[in-house]
């Protein structure tokens, strides 16, 4: 069972940067695509960002492109997010995931990801 461990959550003020880590707990997790996702209060699971697993190929959802980077090192089982520029609307629970199979994608669903960490909460102040 892949456990990942998400970090580098906190509070940040509009225009700010913040930096998340997941850590997984499984090489495994090198050979599929990896994703982060968020989740504001009272709203839905929101595709955030994917990387596939060589780290080639990324998708982002239109609010993210060009302030947000996602990155990934294999040789250190770890997936990262770097939030720049970040608006009050960024403000959630961001959860990264794992696929459990083989993938040269990078899928957006949510139902495609078998891993999941407990999530860190990412706070910005107006």
């Known amino acids: 069972q892949v456990q990942l461990v998400e970090s580098g959550g906190g509070l940040a003020q509009a225009g700010g940067s913040l930096r998340l880590s997941c850590a997984a707990s499984?090489?495994?997790?090198?050979?599929?695509?990896m994703a982060w996702f968020r989740q504001a209060p009272g709203k839905g699971r929101e595709f955030v960002a994917a990387?596939?697993?060589?780290?080639?190929?990324?998708n982002y959802v239109d609010s993210a492109k060009g302030r947000f980077t996602i990155s990934r090192d294999n040789a250190k089982n770890t997936l990262y997010l770097l939030m720049n520029s970040l608006k009050p609307e960024d403000t959630a629970v961001y959860y990264c995931?794992?696929?459990?199979?083989?993938?040269?994608?990078?899928?957006?669903?949510?139902?495609?990801?078998?891993?999941w960490g407990q999530g860190t909460q990412v706070t910005v102040s107006s």
């Open positions: 995931a794992a696929m459990n199979k083989i993938t040269y994608g990078v899928p957006t669903n949510p139902s495609e990801y078998h891993y």
């Open positions: 499984e090489r495994t997790v090198g050979q599929t695509a």
């Open positions: 990387i596939s697993r060589s780290g080639g190929r990324t």
